[in-house]
Structures are given as structure tokens and as C-alpha cells.
């Protein structure tokens, strides 16, 4: 057992962890109980069974009647896999960088041979669609435009509908794709309806199941495209995914357990219904908002752009962000994530998505709090958590 520290208030207790990163995220523990049972014959019959339901509930959480492939990997096997089979060499395509993982996009695509145009716009914000038109009318023949549903190095939520919009008029050969690893489940998305050729997601966010398997679902015009496209694939080939699933199978050995895992927290989501699970998004996300700006941190994002499943924010002038979060993690047991890529130590970011409650907001922006008064800057006790539990209240918290 690790040794527990002195300054602890943790007692013998170093494991209880409130893990509140945006991703892997808390799983529940009817998921991790489903993960404990045998293994079956993923060429068998209650495989194929298992596969079909679980494809249904992603088919029903993107709002797409098309086919997702479920893929062994993490979320970035998902990005690699929209490039692998809709990029071909040369292809000039637009990547809306606004933080981290639209970067990735851009560095796998370069990988698979993409000409990749960028359109970097402010990390504090989304992508403007007025100017992604103009971006669009000044590069002709771009046929893949990248773009991320939610940054989660920044916290910020694009608008994907009218991002898409765009696309659709500016560049109607374009296909737009989009990352929705962390947004799916926590934030509006509806594929068909909103004209996406291409959703990729995973099971580690909002999901709340571990990692282990990413989602990739192409529209109609996406799939003629993996019939064009002359990319180098092998593992991550959608075709051939979708031809095994005619046969209710993956054409190589899946991640079994996490597919188990997968069918028992996609129920959950289901039993709680889409409408109140965004809900509780919006108030977790509005309640860490209130609560850390009432205890002197400075939100990265506006109101306008403010992700509902993680949140960035700077600590009070004069504070090292680092400090904040070791204290929070091995005196009060509460783990936040820092910066990526040119925020690295500059940011705290909080996770809230998946299985998290307005409860666990409460402890989180306490712990927040309670590591700057143990860092000597001084914070009225509860300033925070007043905040946050306020937006609870005036949410309906009190009346239930
Ligand atoms: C977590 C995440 C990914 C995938 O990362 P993996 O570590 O490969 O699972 C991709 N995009 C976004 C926005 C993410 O939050």
C-alpha cells in the first residue's frame, strides 16, 4: 500500500480518488461488474448479439441510422481510422485547430499524405463560421475538413450544426469530420440531422466505460469516399468492419470485456435519457464556472463557447496552477488535469462528464478552493462552493 503523507487529510485512505479529468473518466460500478464476466466466442453467436446492441445504442446516441464501427484502440485509432480510409495522398483538406486535438488532426492526416490547410483560430473560442467560409472560398478542392466537436485541451464547444452549415454551401464536395470524443453523450449532437460525414468517438469520456474502443460512423457520401480513397490501411479498414458486422462479427479479436462494458453504461445513458443527461452536463458545467471564478480562478472561455464536460481555467495571479493541483491531489484526493501542448503549465482543467453529479461539482471547486488557502493565498472558506451551490439552487436543486 502507498505510504500516506503526513499533511494528508486523506487518512489510510491514498486510493479514494475523486478523478475529475476529462477522460478516462469515473466508471460506475454496475460497468465494472460487467466487465468481470467470462469470456465468450467473439465469432459465436451471443457475441453477435452482444455487438448488434451496442451498435444500436451508439446508432441511437449519434442520431444516425448509418453503420458505426467499433474498433479495438483509443479515440485517436478513431481519428487515424476517418483519415486511413477518406484521405488519398495528396489531398488538400482544412483542419479547424483551435487547441490540441484539432493539432491532431492535422498531424495525422499530414501522416497519411493530406495537403493540410489550417485554420487556427483563438484557443479561448470556437471556430467562426463566417470565417470558415471564407477559408473554404480561398482554398478550392479541399475534400476533408477536420474539425473537433469539443476541444478538451480548452474547454470550449463548437457549433457543429452551423459549422457544417457552411461546409454544406461553401464547399459542397467537402466532407466534414468530425471529433466527438468528448462531446458525445454530454453535448448535443445529432449526425444525420446535422449533415456530419463522419462522427468519431470513444468509450473513456462521457461513454463512462474504460478505455479501449473508439467509434467511427460515416454517412453516405463518406462511405463512396473509403471506395475512392487510397490511403494505407489495415486494421483500422472500415470496409471491412462493416462487412464483418453483416456476419455480427469485428474482423479481429475486440476488446470483449470492454464491450460488455460498453452495452452496460450505454444503458445507463439510455435509462437517464438524453434530454436530462445534457441537462446535468449544463449544470455540472455551470456550477464549476460559478464556483471557480467565485474562488478566485480566471475562466479560459466565455459563457458563449463553455464546453459542457470540461472547464480550463487560470489560477489567481501569482499562483503556480501546478502547486494547486498537487495539493488537491495528495492532500485532498481530488485530481484535476493541467494544460496541454502551449498551456502546459498554465491551466487547471476540471472534467465533468459522464458518471458525475452536481455533488461531485461541490467537492470539486472545494478541493479547488481549500488547495489555494493551503498554498497562503487568501480565499473566504465556502466562497466557491456558495457559488456553485447557488447555480444548484436556482437550477431547481433545492425543490427536488
Ligand atoms: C480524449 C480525446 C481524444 C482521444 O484521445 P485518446 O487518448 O486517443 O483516447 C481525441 N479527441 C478529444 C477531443 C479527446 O478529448
Known amino acids: 500500500m502507498a505510504k500516506v503523507q503526513s499533511s494528508s487529510d486523506m487518512g489510510v485512505f491514498p486510493e479514494k480518488l475523486d478523478l475529475r479529468i476529462p477522460g478516462p473518466t469515473p466508471v460506475p460500478p454496475a460497468?465494472?461488474?460487467?466487465?468481470?464476466?467470462?469470456?465468450?466466442?467473439?465469432?459465436?453467436?451471443?457475441?453477435?448479439?452482444?455487438?448488434?446492441?451496442?451498435?444500436?445504442?451508439?446508432?441511437?446516441?449519434?442520431?444516425?441510422?448509418?453503420?458505426?464501427?467499433i474498433l479495438t484502440g483509443s479515440g485517436t485509432a478513431g481519428m487515424e481510422a476517418a483519415c486511413a480510409n477518406l484521405i488519398s495522398p495528396g489531398d488538400p483538406v482544412l483542419v479547424l485547430e483551435g487547441g490540441v486535438f484539432g493539432q491532431r488532426?492535422?498531424?495525422?492526416?499530414?501522416?497519411?499524405?493530406?495537403?493540410?490547410?489550417?485554420?487556427?483560430?483563438?484557443?479561448?473560442?470556437?471556430?467562426?463560421?463566417?470565417?470558415l467560409a471564407r477559408r473554404l472560398r480561398a482554398t478550392p478542392?479541399?475534400?476533408?475538413?477536420?474539425?473537433?466537436?469539443?476541444?478538451?485541451?480548452?474547454?470550449?464547444?463548437?457549433?457543429?450544426?452551423?459549422?457544417?452549415?457552411?461546409?454544406?454551401?461553401?464547399?459542397?464536395?467537402?466532407?466534414?469530420?468530425?471529433?466527438?470524443?468528448?462531446?458525445?453523450?454530454g453535448a448535443p449532437l445529432a449526425?444525420?440531422?446535422?449533415?456530419?460525414?463522419?462522427?468519431?468517438?470513444?468509450?473513456?469520456?462521457?461513454?463512462?466505460?474504460?478505455?479501449?474502443?473508439?467509434?467511427?460512423?460515416?454517412?453516405?457520401?463518406?462511405?463512396?469516399?473509403?471506395?475512392?480513397?487510397?490511403?494505407?490501411?489495415?486494421?483500422?479498414d472500415l470496409a471491412a468492419h462493416r462487412r464483418l458486422y453483416e456476419k455480427g462479427q469485428t474482423p479481429w479479436t475486440p476488446a470483449v470485456?470492454?464491450?460488455?462494458?460498453?452495452?452496460?453504461?450505454?444503458?445507463?445513458?439510455?435509462?437517464?435519457?438524453?434530454?436530462?443527461?445534457?441537462?446535468?452536463?449544463?449544470l455540472m458545467r455551470d456550477m464549476v464556472r460559478a464556483g471557480l471564478a467565485a474562488a478566485g480562478f480566471e475562466l479560459m472561455v466565455q459563457e458563449r463557447w463553455a464546453s459542457p464536460t470540461v472547464t480550463a481555467v487560470r489560477p489567481p495571479a501569482g499562483v503556480d496552477v501546478e502547486a494547486v493541483r498537487r495539493v488537491a491531489r495528495q492532500e485532498l484526493g481530488v485530481v484535476f488535469s493541467g494544460g496541454?501542448?502551449?498551456?502546459?503549465?498554465?491551466?487547471?482543467?476540471?472534467?465533468?462528464?459522464?458518471?458525475?453529479?452536481?455533488?461531485?461539482?461541490?467537492?470539486?471547486?472545494?478541493?479547488?478552493?481549500?488547495?489555494?488557502?493551503?498554498?497562503?493565498?487568501?480565499?473566504?472558506?465556502?466562497a466557491g462552493v456558495a457559488a456553485a451551490q447557488r447555480v444548484w439552487v436556482e437550477a431547481g436543486g433545492a425543490r427536488r
Open 191 to 236: 449526425m444525420d440531422a446535422w449533415g456530419i460525414d463522419a462522427v468519431v468517438s470513444a468509450s473513456q469520456k462521457c461513454i463512462m466505460a474504460p478505455p479501449g474502443m473508439a467509434f467511427v460512423a460515416l454517412s453516405e457520401r463518406a462511405w463512396r469516399r473509403v471506395a475512392e480513397s487510397r490511403a494505407p490501411r489495415f486494421y483500422l
Open 105 to 131: 488532426w492535422g498531424e495525422i492526416a499530414q501522416a497519411f499524405g493530406a495537403r493540410v490547410h489550417r485554420y487556427e483560430y483563438p484557443w479561448e473560442t470556437g471556430a467562426d463560421p463566417d470565417e
Open 141 to 185: 478542392g479541399v475534400k476533408v475538413v477536420f474539425a473537433t466537436h469539443n476541444e478538451s485541451s480548452t474547454g470550449v464547444l463548437n457549433d457543429i450544426e452551423a459549422l457544417s452549415r457552411v461546409v454544406r454551401e461553401a464547399a459542397p464536395d467537402a466532407l466534414l469530420v468530425v471529433d466527438s470524443v468528448s462531446g458525445l453523450g
Open 340 to 382: 496541454q501542448g502551449k498551456l502546459s503549465g498554465q491551466i487547471l482543467r476540471v472534467g465533468h462528464m459522464g458518471y458525475a453529479t452536481p455533488m461531485d461539482m461541490v467537492g470539486a471547486v472545494a478541493a479547488a478552493e481549500m488547495a489555494l488557502m493551503r498554498l497562503g493565498v487568501p480565499v473566504s472558506p465556502g
Open 257 to 282: 470485456s470492454v464491450l460488455y462494458a460498453l452495452d452496460e453504461a450505454l444503458a445507463l445513458m439510455e435509462a437517464e435519457g438524453a434530454e436530462a443527461r445534457l441537462a446535468r452536463h449544463r
Open 31 to 69: 460497468v465494472l461488474r460487467a466487465m468481470s464476466r467470462p469470456m465468450i466466442n467473439h465469432r459465436g453467436p451471443e457475441f453477435a448479439e452482444l455487438l448488434g446492441r451496442v451498435t444500436r445504442r451508439l446508432q441511437n446516441l449519434m442520431q444516425t441510422e448509418q453503420y458505426v464501427a
